[in-house]
């Protein structure tokens, strides 16, 4: 039997999924002996709640976007720095082909 307005911790598994930040309905299913009864609840989860529900759950943030737009960037700016230096490297011997000419 259950005091009335008493708390407890209720595992819900959310099937490997993240909690997400929004506005939620429980509907929910008491039953003890003979009674049984049914009640809703609103709630809400905040950006925080969610964050500190999914670390304690085991979910770590996923930055592979990151990582690959890191990528890229360092992809073009090492194709600039080639492209720039052998301009510049180009430019080196054409002058001194011109200047023994």
Do not use: C
Not at 9 to 21: D, K, M, N, V
Not at 61 to 72: E, G, N
Not at 80 to 94: A, F, H, T, V
């Amino acid at each position: 039997m259950i005091a009335p307005n008493s708390n407890f911790t209720y595992p819900i598994s959310w099937g490997g999924q993240r909690l997400e930040a929004g506005d939620y309905t429980l509907h929910g299913t008491g039953s003890t002996g003979g009674q049984s009864w049914k009640f809703t609840r609103n709630f809400t989860i905040s950006a925080a709640e969610a964050d500190q529900l999914n670390q304690e759950a085991g979910f770590k943030p996923d930055y592979t976007w990151l990582w690959i737009t890191i990528a890229i960037l360092v992809l073009i700016i090492l194709g600039l720095l080639i492209y720039w230096l052998g301009r510049r490297s180009n430019k080196k011997k054409n002058s001194a082909n011109e200047e023994e000419e």
